[in-house]
């Protein structure tokens, strides 16, 4: 299975990406992720990606389709991939189009979660995500049973600098470059929308019956 996940800031993507990981077996893939890991280590990447985090605007494209193209080749990615958080342009989507094509690949599909943007703030705010293993948590939504520590593997939680501040605001308004990969995925027939609102149980329990459908 070849999986694009699709959603504003605070749908659920990575909630979602960790459920599907663990099921079904495939590598979840998040720009977010590595982006953040360059920059706790330091390296060249992270250099280059950092005021853009911290800013909450996107990363140039040339330097995103790069390390997701080298990402893609590696051998973990053989039965399937999740990718959360990319493609976030149109530029990206046609790139990971190529790529695939490059790689003899296709999309399975494009599990698009849908919220109301209001439901936003209160996700982004209240998000906690660990230090070590990178598990997501809500204060209020999904609390961890010690507050402050990870249920999965004892690790600090920590908040986002970029959940809090203007770079929320600036997150939300940059949508606006993601938005039009719905329609660009629907046009395709690879989107499959999910309703966000719910409970993060039946969120996966949706997102569940779609990829049963998707392996046949
Ligand atoms: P994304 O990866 O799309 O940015 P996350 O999966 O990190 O979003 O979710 C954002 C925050 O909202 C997290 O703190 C998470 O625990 C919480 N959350 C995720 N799904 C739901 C849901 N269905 N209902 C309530 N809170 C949720
Ligand atoms: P996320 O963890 O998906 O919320 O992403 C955090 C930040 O990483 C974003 O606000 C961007 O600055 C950057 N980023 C992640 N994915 C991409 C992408 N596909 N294109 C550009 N920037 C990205």
Redesign the pocket.
């Known amino acids: 299975m070849q999986l694009v996940m699709l959603?504003l800031?605070?749908?659920?993507?990575?909630?979602?990406a960790a459920r599907i990981q663990q099921e079904f077996a495939i590598p979840h893939i998040s720009t977010g992720d590595m982006f953040r890991a360059a920059i706790s280590a330091e390296t060249e990447l992270g250099a280059t990606v950092k005021s853009f985090l911290d800013r909450g605007i996107l990363v140039p494209d040339e330097v995103t389709i790069a390390v997701v193209k080298e990402r893609l080749n590696a051998s973990d990615t053989a039965n399937g991939f999740l990718l959360?958080g990319f493609p976030r342009t149109l530029q990206q989507a046609m790139a990971l189009d190529e790529t695939l094509i490059d790689l003899n690949k296709g999309l399975s599909g494009v599990l698009y979660?849908h919220v109301p943007e209001g439901v936003l703030l209160a996700?982004?705010t209240?998000?906690?995500i660990c230090k070590q293993c990178g598990a997501?948590?809500?204060v209020v939504?999904?609390p961890p049973q010690r507050e402050g520590v990870c249920d999965r593997c004892g690790g600090v939680l920590y908040q986002r600098s970029d959940d809090t501040g203007e770079a929320v605001s600036t997150r939300l308004e940059q949508y606006a470059q993601t938005a039009p990969l719905v329609e660009y995925y629907r046009d395709r027939g690879l989107l499959r929308q999910v309703d966000?609102e719910?409970?993060?149980d039946q969120?996966f329990a949706g997102i569940h019956e779609i990829l049963g459908h998707l392996q046949g």
Request: hydrophobic share 25%.
């Open positions: 959603g800031p605070g749908a659920g993507k990575g909630t979602q959360d979660i996700r982004l209240g998000r906690r997501t948590f809500h939504f999904q966000g719910q409970s993060i969120v």
